[in-house]
């Protein structure tokens, strides 16, 4: 059975820091794109970033672009999201999601989801 488990959220001020991380079971993420998608009340669900199953091009929504990196640790068969220089904007509950396939900025075209992590930046 395929699990993945979101950590990291947190109450943060702006301009701080957070790590979000997706411990992942069930699947060997070597296989899989990785990604990390937000959704804020109110609003649909948005693609923040993903990282290719093969190697290649990451991906990062222009919103979050020199402030996020996301990395995997396949050792740890862990995917990690660093935020850094978070804005109030960024408030919303972070999901990590698994595709087998290249990589895409879709949230229906990806397979396997975690149970999600609140992230509230306070201005």
């Known amino acids: 059975q395929v699990q993945l488990v979101d950590s990291g959220g947190g109450l943060v001020q702006a301009g701080g820091s957070l790590r979000l991380s997706c411990a992942a079971s069930?699947?060997?993420?070597?296989?899989?794109?990785m990604g990390w998608f937000r959704q804020a009340p109110g609003k649909e669900r948005e693609f923040v970033a993903a990282?290719?199953?093969?190697?290649?091009?990451?991906y990062y929504a222009d919103s979050v672009k020199g402030r996020f990196t996301i990395s995997r640790d396949n050792a740890k068969n862990t995917v990690y999201l660093q935020m850094n220089s978070l804005k109030p904007e960024d408030t919303a509950v972070y999901y990590c999601?698994?595709?087998?396939?290249?990589?895409?900025?879709?949230?229906?075209?990806?397979?396997?989801w975690g149970q999600g992590t609140q992230v509230t930046v306070s201005s």
């Open positions: 999601a698994a595709r087998d396939a290249f990589s895409s900025v879709s949230s229906q075209e990806y397979d396997y």
């Open positions: 069930g699947l060997t993420i070597t296989y899989y794109t």
């Open positions: 990282v290719p199953w093969r190697g290649g091009r990451i």
